[in-house]
C-alpha cells in the first residue's frame, strides 16, 4: 500500500534518487560492544506517565460491526520486528573510547554518517557514540515474490544494541514530514505517547538514533483479520490521547506496532507529528475502520465516553467534523443515540 508520504517522496524524489548504494565512504573506527555497565539511561519504555485523560482500570470496549466473537489475530503471535535483546536498558556508551584517551576527545571526534541509503555493516558515529549497522528493519515479500521495504527511508537495526539508525533522504530536509522528524521527536519525549523514543541524531537531523520498538506492526496485525478486542481498546485509547493531545501523526498501518503484553501501539516514524484537530487522527483512524473490523459510530461512541460527553476534546469532535463523510459519522452516532 502506497501511503502519502510514499507517494509524495515517488513524485519529488524518485528521478533525482541517487545510485544504488555505493560502498560508504567511513572512516573505520573500532566497534564497540555492548557491556553490561549500570544502566546509563532508562530501558524501552517511552514515557507514559501524566496522561492528560485518566487511565482506565479495564479498557473500555469499543463494539465490532459484527456480534460474533472477533478471533484473536493469530499473527499477533508472530514477531515480525526483532526482539531488543535480553537487557534493553543496557548503555549506549561503554566506556571504550577506541584509540581515544579521554571522553572529550572521543566526543570532539567528528561525525561519521554512512552514505544513503546506507548499508549493512556502515558504520556510524554521532555525538562521540558509534553504531554499526546491522540488517535493514522491515523487510516484506509481495504478492509477485519480490523483496521491498516497509516505508521509504531506510531503517537499520544497530549491531549489539536495542537500537536503530534511519537515515532520511537528504532531499527531504525541507520537507517537514521527513525532515522534522527530530523536532517531532524531541517534542514527543514530553508528551505520554508511547513511541520509539530519540537517542541522538546529527547535526541536520536528518540521521536518527533511536530506541528499537519490538512487536508485530499494525500492517500485519491487519493481515491476518480484524482487530482484537485488546487491539481495538488500544486503538481507542491512542485515539483519546491525540484527540486530547490536540495532536496528530502518521497513523499508518506500517508505523505502529502492536505490543501484545503491554497491550499498547507504540509510534514508530515520528514523521508528520503536528498539532491538529481531532479529525486528523480520526480520520486515519476511521477510514481503515474495515481493516480494522471496527464500526464507526460505535467507536465514536466509545471515545466520546472515554473522554467525557462534556469535554472539551469531544465537544472538538463534535464542531470540526468538515468532510461530509466525517459529517456522516457523527449523524450516525447521534441517530443511534435516538433509537
Ligand atoms: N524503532 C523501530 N523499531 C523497529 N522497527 C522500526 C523502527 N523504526 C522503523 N522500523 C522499521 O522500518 C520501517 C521504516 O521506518 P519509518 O521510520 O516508518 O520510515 P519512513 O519515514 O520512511 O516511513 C518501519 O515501517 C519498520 O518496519
Ligand atoms: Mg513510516
Do not use: C
Not at 171 to 195: C, N, Q, S, T, Y
Not at 204 to 216: F, H, I, Y
Not at 268 to 276: E, Y
Amino acid at each position: 500500500m502506497m501511503t502519502a508520504r510514499r507517494f509524495l517522496w515517488t513524485l519529488l524524489l524518485a528521478p533525482a534518487a541517487p545510485a544504488p548504494a555505493a560502498a560508504a565512504k567511513v572512516e573505520l573506527v573500532p566497534v564497540e560492544t555492548a557491556r553490561s555497565a549500570p544502566a546509563a539511561r532508562p530501558a524501552l519504555q517511552p514515557t507514559l506517565g501524566a496522561p492528560l485523560i485518566a487511565p482506565l482500570a479495564a479498557p473500555l470496549a469499543v463494539p465490532a460491526p459484527v456480534p460474533a466473537a472477533i478471533p484473536a489475530a493469530p499473527a499477533a503471535q508472530q514477531t515480525v520486528i526483532p526482539s531488543a535483546p535480553a537487557d534493553p536498558g543496557a548503555p549506549i556508551f561503554d566506556g571504550d573510547f577506541g584509540d581515544k584517551t579521554s571522553l572529550a576527545e572521543a566526543v570532539a571526534a567528528p561525525d561519521i554518517i554512512p552514505e544513503w541509503p546506507g548499508r549493512t555493516g556502515d558504520v556510524a558515529r554521532i555525538a562521540g557514540r558509534t553504531y554499526v549497522l546491522g540488517e535493514r528493519l522491515g523487510a516484506v515479500v509481495q504478492a509477485n515474490g519480490h523483496g521491498d521495504y516497509e516505508g521509504t527511508n531506510p531503517v537499520y537495526r544497530v549491531k549489539d544494541q536495542p537500537l536503530v539508525v534511519k537515515l532520511i533522504h537528504p532531499g527531504f530536509k525541507e520537507i517537514g514530514l521527513f525532515g522534522g522528524e527530530r523536532d517531532a521527536l524531541v517534542e514527543m519525549a514530553r508528551l505520554p505517547i508511547a513511541h520509539s523514543g530519540l537517542v541522538a541524531s546529527s547535526a541536520d537531523g536528518l540521521v536518527l538514533v533511536k530506541e528499537l520498538v519490538s512487536g508485530v506492526s499494525l500492517r500485519r496485525v491487519t493481515e491476518a483479520g480484524p482487530l482484537s478486542p485488546e487491539q481495538r481498546a488500544a486503538l481507542l485509547e491512542m485515539a483519546a490521547l491525540y484527540v486530547s493531545l490536540g495532536r496528530t501523526a502518521d497513523l499508518s498501518l506500517t508505523n505502529l506496532v502492536w505490543q501484545e503484553k503491554e497491550r499498547r501501539l507504540v509510534l514508530i516514524d515520528s514523521g508528520g507529528f503536528d498539532f491538529a484537530q481531532p479529525w486528523a487522527p480520526l480520520g486515519q483512524i476511521l477510514s481503515r475502520r474495515n481493516l480494522f473490523g471496527i464500526d464507526g459510530a460505535g467507536f465514536l461512541s466509545a471515545l466520546r465516553k472515554r473522554l467525557g460527553p462534556d469535554s472539551p476534546a469531544w465537544r472538538a469532535v463534535e464542531t470540526s467534523a468538515r468532510s461530509p463523510a466525517y459529517q456522516a459519522l457523527l449523524a450516525d452516532l447521534h441517530d443511534r443515540g435516538r433509537r
